[in-house]
């Protein structure tokens, strides 16, 4: 059974490397063998890795996406995986669990893991939203009455 994607209006997504644009309408794309891919939500670029959880994915997607460089980015993997471990040593279990994916080849799950870090911590400290203000307008629609011809 083929994996099937589901695109909008100008979402990009990264399939083994290649960078793919999508145009003005959505698209259906299905994929009957073995890819590495992420959609262009799932993508960090370099220059967004201002902490340590953000390297680590970062990494992580480069052994995914370029698997011909896997054996370079391994030693930054854990040079950076030891650094987290020292910055946060109370999320041990949590790096343990990222590691064996990535060993074990399953980076696509190490990424999910590793975004559930940062997430977490950047919506504690992040201050709250303003709630928006709400402006109710109510509009009537005039109908035509029915003509009668007779």
């Known amino acids: 059974m083929p994996l099937k994607l589901v695109l909008r209006p100008g979402e990009k997504l990264i399939v083994n490397g290649a960078v793919i644009g999508i145009g003005d309408h959505p698209v259906s794309l299905f994929f009957y063998n073995k890819v590495n891919f992420l ?25 995914y996406i370029f698997p011909e460089d896997a054996a370079t980015n391994m030693v930054h993997f854990a040079a950076i995986l030891e650094e987290a471990r020292a910055q946060h040593p109370d999320k041990e279990a949590l790096f343990d669990e990222v590691q064996t994916l990535v060993r074990e080849g399953n980076n696509y799950r190490a990424l999910k893991l590793c975004r559930k870090l940062f997430d977490i911590k950047e919506t504690m400290d992040a201050p709250p939203a303003p709630k928006p203000t709400v402006e109710v307008v109510r509009r009537r629609r005039k109908v035509a009455a029915p003509s009668i011809d007779e």
């Open 39 to 63: 959609r262009g939500r799932e993508i960090l670029k370099e220059e967004n890795c201002d902490t340590i959880e953000k390297r680590l994915y970062f990494v992580i997607q480069l052994i």
